[in-house]
């Protein structure tokens, strides 16, 4: 209680004309860290005449949530797992700051639900992505956003979970997060211009059939065209296509802080593309963090 009436008192300071004063107190609440936005919310609601008052809450929230934000990627790095879906809602609160974590796992969890009833382990590598993309292509409707490619909506989990639509990364995320949780080995590919899955060959399957391969993947699956087969022979000429290198990574799955980077990168050109500095400029800093 104490604590609150001397928040209070600080918020009421957001407004004195001196920026000394002023600077001393925004200094004061950032300090208090997540637990002062309620009482800072309140105050706006309750002074909606006092814009200047307003855009200096604003302001405060903001820079809490983004110092949340970097704090928590952070903690993602460190982690051992780097669960994909974890770093993805941080970054999608930091855009969206009101969003459930777990009502967002539980629509996942829901997706994954309806695969595993059809899955079992007498079926092939080719039947179960079968499987998979009848429940998420043609059951949930996922699709690529081939008209708003490079939308940002398109890198944001609540949005590409209500629309159901995405660009090649985040599709991917959602599908190989589901066949990883099936215990279906199923990863990531940064390829140039392009983000695909790789399906590992985890019963060796190509030397059975005498198709030797280096990558140690069976086939690959290109979730932005409704998870369509692509063989080692289609990357070769994608690159060749692009006039790129070859290069061993283009055929292996990546790391999560890899697939994680790329999607703020994505992001990044998204709002370079809309001339929003502001977000720009913020992206850079997360990006930078999980170097």
């Known amino acids: 209680m104490e604590e609150n009436k001397a928040i209070l008192a600080l918020i009421q ?3 004195d004309p001196d920026e000394n004063v002023f600077h ?5 609440l950032l300090a208090y860290g997540s637990k002062v936005i309620p009482i800072l919310e309140s105050s706006w609601e309750l002074d909606v005449k006092n814009l200047e008052h307003q855009r200096r809450i604003e302001q405060l929230i903001h820079e809490i949530q983004f110092s949340e934000t970097q704090s928590k990627l952070i903690n993602w790095k460190n982690t051992e797992e780097k669960d994909l879906i974890d ?12 969003i459930n ?8 969890d829901t997706i994954k639900q309806d695969v595993w009833l059809e899955i079992n382990e007498q079926q ?22 081939n008209q708003n490619y490079h939308s940002p909506l398109n890198s944001y989990l609540n949005t590409v979970l209500e629309t159901k639509q995405g660009n090649p990364l985040s599709l991917s995320i959602i599908y190989s997060y589901i066949a990883q949780k099936l215990s279906i080995p199923i990863y990531g590919v940064n390829l140039p211009n392009h983000f695909i899955l ?16 280096n990558s140690g993947v ?7 065209s409704n998870g369509s087969i692509l063989y080692e022979e289609d990357i070769r000429n994608f690159l060749s296509q692009l006039k790129i290198k070859d290069h061993n990574s283009y055929y292996e799955p990546c790391a999560n802080s890899l697939i994680i980077q790329r999607m703020i990168i994505n992001l990044i050109a998204s709002y370079q593309s809309l001339g929003n500095k502001e977000q720009v400029d913020e992206l850079l800093i997360l990006k930078d963090l999980i170097k």
């Open 24 to 28: 001393h107190v925004y200094q004061q």
């Open 13 to 15: 300071l957001l407004e």
């Open 198 to 213: 790789a399906y590992l060959d985890e019963n060796k399957v190509n030397n059975l059939i005498g198709n030797e391969t």
């Open 124 to 145: 092939t590598a080719y039947e179960k992505v079968k499987i998979l993309n009848k429940i998420f292509f043609n059951y949930y409707k996922f699709k690529g956003n």
């Open 218 to 224: 069976l086939f690959y699956i290109n979730a932005f």
């Open 101 to 108: 974590k777990e009502i967002i796992k539980d629509k996942i």
């Open 87 to 98: 770093a993805w809602i941080i970054i999608t609160n930091w855009k969206y700051p009101g």
